[in-house]
Each structure stands twice: as structure tokens, then as C-alpha cells.
């Protein structure tokens, strides 16, 4: 050295690391210039964009004082992206959080079988156990206040957090702490499973009425449905209340299947490309002819209201409750490389008189009324007397 100094130990990481950045940026800008070379990315804009993500991140590494996690840095950058285009149905999903949306879609999760919620105490509190689950097995039940997970205590941690360090356990035996009603500390075994949560519900009401909740419209939905209408008729059901309130919707084909159950031969469903190109669902001449009533709400939307529009412009169903959302868009969603995924919108829907719900603000029931007292149904009660 010409001063006869020796450089430090920090300088010389800062050399490694600014060599190895350099390398980087280098590697990854010929990657790119080779891809867009060849017509990979379709444009130079394409390149340029990733130019300047590195740059950005460059200089996050050289000049911020702090540890910056770039894991969180891309999902960040990723989910502003996305969420820049407007399009509220379209969204960025982070590995983990693309791993939970495929089992959802599947009517399955990974866990226990418990509902938690954070009480007034900061507690997480068990509200409800599922029959036959792992947490119902161990002796788990309602009002118990979960502690630790695994040996690790979930005091100052988010609801969320505690979620997923369940799901993480998924196909292993853990440890779980809990407080149960009665003050008692107990530390019971389980195992978290993936769990089949059935979208469908139903009962036989009084006047031979039957009653079926659909929560949803994702995998199972529409066989699970129409096994309960056949059970029901089997046990004398006349007519029907299909309860979609707060359903948010689901799979196109589960929708499809359904109402090619219910409706005669006709147009059921009209899906509209970028382009402009229409592609219709129709159903046979095969129906259920039962009188029926349908309950929505404002949390009713996509597949789930679509479903309400089509009964209700076959004039096949009296529709009761509150206008619904008006989500008449499509996504699909595309993995990347790291397993993360872009949900994005691609197409337009219409019903089958060819109205973008969108547009038109959702459905108007043919009854309005509104939920008045959480006690008493009274929406139901009004669907009840419609069928009358």
C-alpha cells in the first residue's frame, strides 16, 4: 500500500459486497438484454423497468443504515405494482400467502380446526372448535386462551401471526399451551392437518321448506349443493331458500354446474375477453321447478351473485335481502418463479340478459330488506313469507 496502511476488516467487506453487487447487477442486466434479445419480455420497456428495480435496490444495500430484508423489499414492490393498476379484484400473493390461496380454492386450509380471535384481555381466545377436528380430538374447546405454539409463546404476536405459525406445522405433532376456563394451564399434542371445510350447509324448515347456506362458490360447492336439494326433497322439501349472503364467490365451473341444475335450456353466462371475444355457458332442458328464494347481502359477489342475477332474469327465484357488490370481473392466477403469484383481472362477466353487474352496481332484490337484529333473522323470515 502506498501509505503503508493495511485496509480494515469493514472496508474490505464493503469492497466484497460492492464487487459482488456489481456482479450482480452485470449477470442479471446481460440475463435480461439476452431475454429481450430474443423477444422474452416482448419490449425494451420491460428491460429498463428491471433496470431501475435494481438501481433502487442497489442503493437501499450501499446506502441504508439499517438491515432491509429484500425478500419484503420484492413482495413490497410486487403488491404496489399491482395495486397501481386500480383494479381492486387484482392483487400480488407472497409465497406463503399463495400456498393458503390454493388450499382455500380447494375448500381446504392448513390447521387445527379452531376459530381464534384476539379478546378484550389481548388474549387469543378459541371461539369455536370444529367437530372431529385435531383441537376437538385433544380436548381443545371454546373459551380456551391458546399461550404457546410449539414452545414458543404467542404473547405481543398478531393474529395472523399466530395463524401462521399453526399452518406452518402442517403434517407435523406440536405442542400447544392453553388456559382453559377455569384458570388451568395444559399443554395438549396435535396435529395440523389439511382440513376439508364443507362449503354447503342445510336443514328441512317448517312448511317443508328447505334451507341451504352456500358460503362459497370453490371446489365441491355445486355437488355438495345438489346433494343437499335431493336429500331435502327426499325428506319433503317443496320449495327452497339458497342463503349467498356473504358469499364471496369462487370457481366459474362450480357456478356453472349449479345453475345447469336449476335453469331450463338457455344462456347461463357470458364471459367477455380483453378483446372483446364472448364465450356463453348454457344450460340444458333439465330443471328444478321447486318454488325458491334467494338471500344476498352486500357481502354477496362474484360467482355468488351471478348466481342470484340468473334465477332472478329467469324469472326462476325471488331474490331477498340487500343490493349485492357488483364484482363482475374474472381473475387468473399466475405463479412466478419464487412461488409467489399475481391474481390478476382478464375478463369481463355477463348475465344472461347480457348485464355487466359492475355497471349496474350488483343486484336488486326484488325484496329489499335490510338485517335489523342480530338475534332475529329477519331476512329470512321475509324469504320464508315470500315463499308463501
Known amino acids: 500500500m502506498k501509505n503503508g496502511k493495511r485496509p480494515s476488516f469493514d472496508n474490505k467487506i464493503k469492497l466484497a459486497h460492492l464487487i459482488i453487487a456489481c456482479l450482480a447487477v452485470a449477470v442479471v442486466t446481460a440475463v435480461l438484454t439476452y431475454v429481450a434479445a430474443i423477444g422474452g419480455f416482448g419490449s425494451k420497456q420491460y428491460l429498463d423497468d428491471a433496470r431501475r428495480y435494481i438501481e433502487i435496490e442497489k442503493i437501499i444495500d450501499d446506502n441504508y443504515i439499517g438491515d432491509a430484508d429484500y425478500n419484503e423489499l420484492y413482495n413490497a414492490a410486487a403488491a404496489a ?57 385433544a380436548g381443545i374447546v371454546a373459551g380456551d386462551i391458546i399461550t404457546a405454539v410449539d414452545g414458543e409463546e404467542v404473547k405481543g404476536m398478531s393474529l395472523e401471526d399466530v395463524s401462521l405459525l399453526i399452518r406452518s406445522k402442517v403434517n407435523k405433532d406440536f405442542d400447544m399451551s392453553v388456559i382453559d376456563g377455569n384458570g388451568d394451564a395444559k399443554t395438549v399434542t396435535l396435529a395440523c392437518e389439511i382440513i376439508y371445510k364443507n362449503p354447503v350447509s342445510s336443514r328441512l324448515l317448517d312448511g317443508n321448506i328447505g334451507y341451504i347456506r352456500i358460503s362459497n362458490f370453490e371446489a365441491g360447492s355445486s355437488e355438495n349443493t345438489i346433494k343437499a336439494i335431493e336429500q331435502l326433497i327426499a325428506m319433503g322439501a317443496k320449495s327452497f331458500v339458497f342463503d349467498v349472503r356473504d358469499n364471496p364467490g369462487g370457481l366459474l365451473s362450480e357456478l356453472v354446474d349449479l345453475l345447469d341444475y336449476i335453469l331450463p335450456d338457455g344462456d347461463l353466462f357470458i364471459s367477455v375477453d380483453k378483446e372483446g371475444h364472448e364465450t356463453v355457458q348454457t344450460s340444458d332442458k333439465v330443471s328444478l321447478k321447486n318454488k325458491m328464494v334467494v338471500l344476498v347481502n352486500g357481502n354477496t359477489y362474484s360467482a355468488a351473485e351471478f348466481f342470484a342475477a340468473a334465477l332472478q332474469e329467469y324469472n326462476w327465484a325471488t331474490i331477498v335481502g340487500e343490493q349485492t357488490t357488483g364484482k363482475a370481473r374474472s381473475q387468473i392466477t399466475l405463479e412466478l418463479s419464487d412461488g409467489s403469484a399475481v391474481h390478476i383481472s382478464t375478463h369481463k362477466y355477463l348475465t344472461p340478459n347480457r348485464i355487466d353487474l359492475s355497471e349496474a352496481g350488483g343486484v336488486t332484490p326484488d325484496i329489499s330488506v335490510a338485517m335489523d337484529d342480530e338475534k332475529t333473522d329477519n331476512q329470512l323470515d321475509t324469504a320464508i313469507n315470500a315463499l308463501g
Open 81 to 137: 405494482m399491482v395495486k397501481s393498476i386500480g383494479d381492486k379484484w387484482s392483487y400480488f400473493m407472497s409465497a406463503e400467502e399463495y400456498e393458503a390461496y390454493k388450499l382455500s380454492t380447494s375448500n381446504e386450509y392448513s390447521g387445527i380446526g379452531v376459530s381464534v380471535k384476539l379478546n378484550d384481555d389481548g388474549e387469543f381466545e378459541i371461539f369455536a372448535v370444529e367437530e372431529s377436528s385435531p383441537a376437538e380430538n
